[in-house]
Each structure stands twice: as C-alpha cells, then as structure tokens.
C-alpha cells in the first residue's frame, strides 16, 4: 500500500530535549516536506527536499533541522524543543513539488 | 509575494443545501498550481484537486465541482446537495514558481459543518 509514515504520532516531551519525528514514504517519491498546523494559522511548510540531499527552508524553518539522506525517510529534528514548537505536524511527499501531496497521518507534539 | 486567502472561517449549512467555499490567491508568477484538500475530524489530509494555471477548465466529480477564475484570482469549491460526511476542514493551497523557492502555501482553511 503506497503510504506515507510517521513516527511517533504523539509525543509528550520537556524543553531542550531533542527529538526527532521520522518519516518514510514507499512511492518513490522526489519531493518531501514537513508542516506544522496550529489553530487558525493553517498549515505552515517548515522544510521542504526536492531530492537526496537537496533541502530548502519553508517558511517557519527556525528551530528546526531536517536531512535527506536517503530518498524515501525525511526526519524532523527538533534540536532543543521549545512550547511554541507544541503542534500538529505532517510530513508529506510527492512526485514533484507541482503535484499533489500525499501526508502522512500527522504527528501531535506537545512540549512542557 | 504569494498568499492563498480563504475568508470563511466557519460555514454551517443543512444537509441537501449546496454550498460554495471560496479561495483567493496572490502570485506574480505566470506559472502555478492550486490545490484542494479535505481534513475530516480524523484528522487525516486527503488531496481532492490540483489544476495549473493554464487550465481554466472547471471541474465536475461527482457532488464536487471548481470554478478557477484567473481574472479574479479565485478558485472556488463547490458541493453539491451536501451530506453529513461532508464535514470537515477544507485547505485551498498554492504552489507558485519565481525565483528559486518553490514553497506550497496553504490558506487558513473553512471549517464546513454540515447539519442532518
């Protein structure tokens, strides 16, 4: 089943303690990116990856960290998480960056 | 600068009625795509459409229908005799080519609640 993956999808965790939100996509797909959606702000590209090692900031891309490494995973890293990291985020993929995307189920961080 | 405006925070309608979600764009540039995608309580986002800028063909599936108007820089989503499973969050978004960026822009989303 084509599908995009992500782990965890709930985290609880404290300041400063880094994390990272892992993400795997099974289509072959070129163009890899991660959002952040918070109430009334919609969704919000963090980082996006037109290929292997090829990643350029989205619009909220401070206090984040993401590599490509290898075609198919696109983690998330969040060096020294803060509150106002605490959000819903979504990875997602696609054949290109003009064609639609496919998201993952969404991963709900909290941080205290 | 590239901004997707989607005025209608809420809509509430009865089920059977039609009802119409709008979508504003801005871009400068020549070439783009938009998008529908539909967020239902569960959470999950479901891709409905995308069409280019070069296609002002409206699109009918179904109960679902777009009007891309380039003159006023609208595509507007329609339902059709609209059902309870209707309900969710619907995201217009904009992916512009200029420059060396090719960021996808969401609009803040219209929260469609559809009454039995």
């Known amino acids: 089943e084509a599908q995009v993956t992500q782990n965890p999808r709930y985290l609880i965790t404290v300041t400063g303690k880094k994390l990272t939100v892992t993400c795997s996509q099974n289509?072959?797909?070129?163009?890899m990116s991660w959002y952040r959606q918070d109430p009334g702000l919609g969704l919000r590209q963090i980082y996006y990856?037109?290929?292997?090692?090829?990643?350029d900031k989205g619009d909220v891309p401070e206090g984040y960290k993401v590599s490509r490494k290898e075609k198919r995973n696109f983690p998330l890293i969040l060096e020294s998480p803060s509150p106002n990291q605490t959000s819903l985020y979504f990875c997602?993929?696609?054949?290109?960056?003009?064609?639609?995307?496919?998201f993952g189920p969404g991963t709900r961080l909290t941080v205290t | 600068a590239q901004k997707v405006t989607q005025a209608q925070t809420e809509i509430s309608v009865v089920e059977k009625e039609d009802v119409t979600l709008d979508c504003v764009y801005e871009?400068?540039?020549?070439?783009?795509?938009l998008f529908w995608y539909k967020q239902p309580p569960s959470g999950e986002l479901v891709f409905l459409i995308r069409?280019?800028?070069?296609?002002?063909q409206n699109e009918i599936s179904g109960r679902y229908s777009w009007n891309f108007q380039k003159s006023t820089s609208s595509f507007n989503f329609t339902i059709t005799a609209s059902q309870v499973v209707d309900s969710a969050v619907y995201f217009c978004a904009l992916n512009s080519y200029g420059g060396a960026t090719n960021k996808l822009i969401f609009g803040t989303g219209t929260l469609l609640a559809v009454q039995p």
């Open positions: 990856s037109m290929n292997v090692e090829v990643t």
């Open positions: 289509m072959n797909h070129e163009y």
């Open positions: 871009t400068r540039d020549t070439t783009y795509y």
């Open positions: 069409r280019n800028s070069f296609d002002e």
């Open positions: 997602a993929s696609s054949l290109s960056d003009s064609y639609e995307q496919y």
